[in-house]
T-cell receptor, first 110, second 114 residues
Framework: GEDVEQSLFLSVREGDSSVINCTYTDSSSTYLYWYKQEPGAGLQLLTYIFSNMDMKQDQRLTVLLNKKDKHLSLRIADTQTGDSAIYFCAPSVRGFKTIFGAGTRLFVKA | KAGVTQTPRYLIKTRGQQVTLSCSPISGHRSVSWYQQTPGQGLQFLFEYFSETQRNKGNFPGRFSGRQFSNSRSEMNVSTLELGDSALYLC?????????????FGEGSRLTVL
């Protein structure tokens, strides 16, 4: 089956690192995306990783992929209040569609 | 370049009615996907259209249907509305078939069923 699991909430202090974890079930996922949704807005692509990579770094963002365990994580360094949003893990499934987790709501305390 | 446009943004219906939602993708995008977003459930995949053909369908009852026109604009319809259909309906377009590239989302149509 196709399933994506994420914890629903994460709270961090401004300046700390945030780590959002995700597990998925479909081993055929070629692209694994992270989307961000700010209040009242649609989703925007934050970053992505190909399944043949273990890690990808993009400025404050680091994506780690453990393909064997089907585990994906997003690390945000030096988290700012503007990072408060919902973060969705979204693996592609057999290259034909993208499925989403329930989203992790990140709260950043000043 | 204009983004993905969804109309209407908000609507209120009563049980038993039907509703049609519209999505205009980014110019040049041939794929349109629809998702239902509810608190705690995240985004549930409804269906995807690519070049006027439904390529994928999620696990929703037949009351949920859609179509895509030759200009790539898409509509989704929900008939015999139930209270549980209250949700934010998001449309996303992409250049290639969904799953092979970035999805560009609209701001959604928020449906309330009373």
């Amino acid at each position: 089956g196709e399933d994506v699991e994420q914890s629903l909430f994460l709270s961090v202090r401004e300046g700390d690192s945030s780590v959002i974890n995700c597990t998925y079930t479909d081993s055929s996922s070629t692209y694994l995306y992270w989307y961000k949704q700010e209040p009242g807005a649609g989703l925007q692509l934050l970053t992505y990783i190909f399944s043949n990579m273990d890690m990808k770094q993009d400025q404050r963002l680091t994506v780690l992929l453990n393909k064997k365990d089907k585990h994906l994580s997003l690390r945000i360094a030096d988290t700012q209040t503007g990072d408060s949003a919902i973060y969705f893990c979204a693996p592609s499934v057999r290259g034909f569609k993208t499925i989403f987790g329930a989203g992790t709501r990140l709260f950043v305390k000043a | 370049k204009a983004g993905v446009t969804q109309t209407p943004r908000y609507l209120i219906k009563t049980r038993g009615q039907q509703v049609t939602l519209s999505c205009s993708p980014i110019s040049g995008h041939r794929s349109v996907s629809w998702y239902q977003q509810t608190p705690g459930q995240g985004l549930q995949f409804l269906f995807e259209y690519f070049s006027e053909t439904q390529r994928n369908k999620g696990n929703f009852p037949g009351r949920f249907s859609g179509r895509q026109f030759s200009n790539s604009r898409s509509e989704m319809n929900v008939s015999t509305l139930e209270l549980g259909d209250s949700a934010l309906y998001l449309c996303a377009s992409s250049l290639e078939q969904a799953g092979r590239g970035e999805l560009f989302f609209g701001e959604g149509s928020r449906l309330t069923v009373l």
